[in-house]
């Protein structure tokens, strides 16, 4: 079975500085997918980046970009010019690339505190 | 626009009732999910559907139901309220793509 976990349960970042959260996950498959939520206080799931398995280049968007390293099951999110509003839960999560079988896997959340 | 969306945004019931959670999307998806949140476990899949008429047991199961009589809606029941199902219950849909999810549901039973 996939297993996803986040090592960092809390964070704290300065506004403007970056910010990295860790994520390892442990599975048999070889093409796979990887995504980072959001889950602001709203209690929205807000998906953030998704990265494929079979790409090797790491995944951007916008301020946020991964740093897939596949051979380690490593899968960090990197938050540059973090602002206010990046304040939230974050979860990775996990899901196999087989067809039908688009079942996530998720760590257990990484809180970030965005300060002034 | 189309949306997922859950019924209702807050529950109180108590030990022993019978529950049902509604969860309602027009993206037309085949795929759907109900996830349960937890603090310290994160998202856990309790049941899922790839169909009408198709339904799966996730890793957290015991003292749910689910059935799919339609695409668009995937009701959860408690058949017997416990405190340990005090939870976020989140419900999801997929076009084997991105998983779009819902507002949440908070259930709390006393």
Redesign the interface.
Known sequence: AQT?T?SQPEMSVQEAETVTLSCTYDTSESDYYLFWYKQPP????I?VI?QEAYKQQNATENRFSVNFQKAAKSFSLKISDSQLGDAAMY?CAYRPYT??A????????TRLQVTL | DAEITQSPRHKITETGRQVTLACHQTWNH??M?W?RQDL??????IH?S?GVHDTNK?EVSDGYSVSRSNTEDLPLTLESAASSQTS?Y?C?S?D????Y?G??TRLTVT
């Open positions: 996803v986040q709203s209690r929205q799931m998906l998704r979860f067809g039908t688009s079942k996530l896997t998720f760590g257990t959340g | 085949n795929n999910f996830y310290g476990h994160g998202l856990r899949l899922y790839y996730g976020v989140f999801a997929s084997n793509d991105e998983q999810f507002p949440g």
